[in-house]
């Protein structure tokens, strides 16, 4: 397993719409082994395959208290099947969204579905932080950043604070 780099906004790639995984073999598997590698290493509560220069539909999270067993999930080509209700998202980052946080309005309850790392298709409900962690990382499959769904002032105040740090280490 092999801690990779994670790709910081504004990098294009992550704006990419990511290739469905066609068939979850070894490589995929070596994929997953990294991604939670690096989500771990950062450490974050979930990872896209997008966000360490891979496009493939794959996406990882661990929503279990850091002091416990670990319990890292996989999902490969996820799909939200249904949403209702909505929570608000406190305090919301992102490994791609470094020094930066906000409230984002997402759905209380979701019905996903995928593929487990063999392979085999799983579906499940989720609500509360599990329903946000899902909802931000199949959102990055679409190239979507949790700063796209917040006020366009407090992302506009973000885009500058970027600008002038490239400024500066140019
Ligand atoms: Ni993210």
Redesign the pocket.
């Known amino acids: 397993m092999t801690a990779r780099q994670v790709l910081t906004y504004p990098d294009p790639f992550l704006r990419q719409p990511t290739q469905p995984v066609a068939a979850v073999t070894e490589d995929t598997r070596r994929l997953i082994e990294d991604m939670i590698e690096t989500m771990y290493a950062e450490p974050g509560v979930?990872l896209?395959a997008i966000?360490i220069g891979v496009d493939q539909s794959v996406i990882v999270y661990d929503v279990s208290a850091p002091e416990g067993e670990r319990q890292a999930q996989a999902l490969i080509n996820p799909k939200i099947l249904e949403q209702s209700g909505s929570q608000l998202s406190e305090n919301e980052g992102?490994?791609?969204?470094p020094d930066f946080r906000a409230d984002v309005q997402r759905a209380a309850r979701v019905r996903v579905k995928g593929l487990d790392r063999e392979g085999r298709p799983v579906e499940f409900a989720a609500e509360g932080f599990l329903a946000i962690v899902l909802q931000?990382?199949i959102d990055?499959l679409r190239g979507i950043?949790?700063i796209d769904r917040i006020s366009s002032l407090k992302r506009e105040l973000y885009k500058r604070r970027v600008k002038k740090q490239m400024k500066h280490s140019a």
């Open positions: 979930g896209a966000q992102c490994l791609s969204v931000h990382e990055h950043l949790f």
